[in-house]
């Protein structure tokens, strides 16, 4: 099956004002760049877009901030970014903050075709707030735990190391992080890869998503890979 | 009074042959300087690897290898690399025995704040909520004081909370303390050159002394 397209323009489209996006990446590790860039080239507005961080000012996400085209934020954590501290705190752009974990599996119960999860995470705080908390008795213990419902975006857009026309995808180290169960949780899902391959190509035993979840793939055009904190020691 | 690298230290000792550990950002991360040669120990990073390693050494690092601090590291031999909700998948079915986070406020019955200042900090949990709520054994590393000199272990957070009754023990710069399971802190240790008195002092919560309390060995 070729899923391939042109490019980053031809693979976005369809996503229009007011839509749902998830988009993989931990921090600026593993983000779809190319995506990003023909999305802010493309001035889509009022996006909802779920992805654990939201970049920083001049990359990754911060982008879309920039240029206002984000009406609400769903991730874990978004310091690095005092644009979207001042979006968030002039009221401006509307915040979710949920835990690291519950966004995850969130996202894999779109993909299992689950609409819901129970987690701990939260229990006793406000993010439990409005939520339903059942008791269960599980791993020797007895203790509450909050539903939390599945996602289900109209689009999902990720990045991996090598994929094939087929769909199929392979991610580099911490590259992957949430990006398998973002393209997992997408109605159309996008995914620009650093190398594009023959079919055939790819082992089928260390496939980490398989083409089934994928409906657009190209090479992506760029990859700068911004390395957040630079952390190292003397030889 | 003990420095970071103190307090560091003084956690270290908790840690065990065989431990899987997951190390939060600041004081936490600098335990792992701290556990001795030849112990087998596991760091967890909760962005998706078993097996961490120490930062690269210059012009080895890796854009696509970060830990949950998002600071480029290495891979030990036998590391492993998996997605985010294996990763907090493990952390929710108790794999790992040890989760060492810092923290903004706790309270005497374990309650931990560390997320969110209304008003004026709201970078988000992260993962510390999901590991707050399923780890068995949680060490928190923290200041006894904020700046302006008030007791950060209080009868109750007056913060946003990151989770409930889950604070196992803590090391601050003047003492190690559990936390009982009936509430109240335990004084278990003072640091070098810290007296009882200084303990009380600083400690807003119900503070539990009984016996001489020795001072810690580093």
Not at chain 1, 138 to 144: A, I, S, V
Not at chain 2, 27 to 40: F, K, R, S
Request: hydrophobic share 40%; aromatic share 6%; charged share 25%.
């Amino acid at each position: 099956m070729n899923k391939t397209v042109k490019n980053s323009d031809e693979a976005i489209h369809g996503i229009k004002d007011g839509m749902t996006i998830a988009l993989g990446g931990f921090g600026l590790c593993g983000i779809p760049e190319n995506c990003i860039a023909a999305l802010v080239r493309s001035g889509v507005k009022n996006l909802t877009c779920i992805s654990n961080n939201a970049g920083v000012d001049d990359f990754g996400l911060g982008l879309l901030l920039q240029h206002h085209q984000v009406k609400k934020m769903i991730s874990s954590y978004v310091g690095e970014n005092a644009e979207f501290e001042r979006q968030m705190l002039s009221g401006e752009l509307e915040v979710d903050l949920i835990p690291q974990g519950t966004l995850a599996t969130r996202l894999l119960a779109g993909g299992y075709g689950m609409p819901a999860i129970f987690t701990p995470a939260g229990v006793g705080t406000e993010v439990a707030i409005g939520k339903e908390v059942r008791r269960f008795k599980f791993n020797g213990e007895e203790k509450d735990y909050l539903m939390e419902y599945a996602f289900e975006p109209e689009f999902s857009i990720v990045k991996a190391w090598k994929g094939d026309a087929d769909g199929n995808l392979v991610f580099r180290l911490t590259a992957r992080n949430f990006s398998p169960l973002v393209a997992m949780a997408g109605k159309i899902t996008i995914a620009e890869v650093e190398e594009l391959v023959e079919p055939g190509k790819l082992d089928p035993q260390e496939i980490h998503v398989p083409g089934i979840y994928v409906h657009r793939i190209f090479k992506g055009e760029k990859f700068e890979k911004r390395i957040e904190q630079r952390t190292v020691r003397k030889k | 009074m003990l420095d970071k690298n103190g307090i560091a230290k003084r956690i270290a000792k908790e840690i065990k042959d065989g431990y899987y550990v997951n190390l939060g950002i600041g004081i936490p991360t600098l335990c792992a300087n701290y556990i001795p040669e030849g112990m087998n120990v596991v760091l967890q990073s909760e962005n998706g690897i078993l097996g961490m390693g120490p930062f690269p050494f210059e012009g080895d690092e890796d854009p696509d290898l970060i830990n949950a601090g998002k600071q480029t590291v290495t891979l030990l031999k036998g590391a492993s690399i998996f997605d985010s909700a294996l990763s907090f998948g493990m952390i929710r079915a108790q794999k790992v025995n040890l989760t060492i986070l810092g923290a903004m406020e706790v309270s005497e019955n374990g309650d931990i704040a560390n997320w969110k200042i209304p008003g004026k900090m709201v970078k988000g949990m992260g993962g510390a909520m999901d590991l707050v709520a399923s780890a068995k054994n949680i060490i928190v590393a923290m200041q006894h004081v904020n700046k302006a000199g008030e007791s950060k272990l209080l009868p109750s957070c007056s913060l946003p909370l990151t989770g409930i009754r889950c604070v196992k023990k803590i090391v601050t710069e003047l003492a190690v303390l559990d936390v009982l399971p009936g509430g109240g802190f335990k004084l278990l240790e003072r640091a070098p050159g810290i007296s009882v008195e200084d303990i009380k002092k600083a400690t807003a919560g119900k503070l539990i002394i009984e016996g001489d309390i020795p001072e810690m060995i580093l």
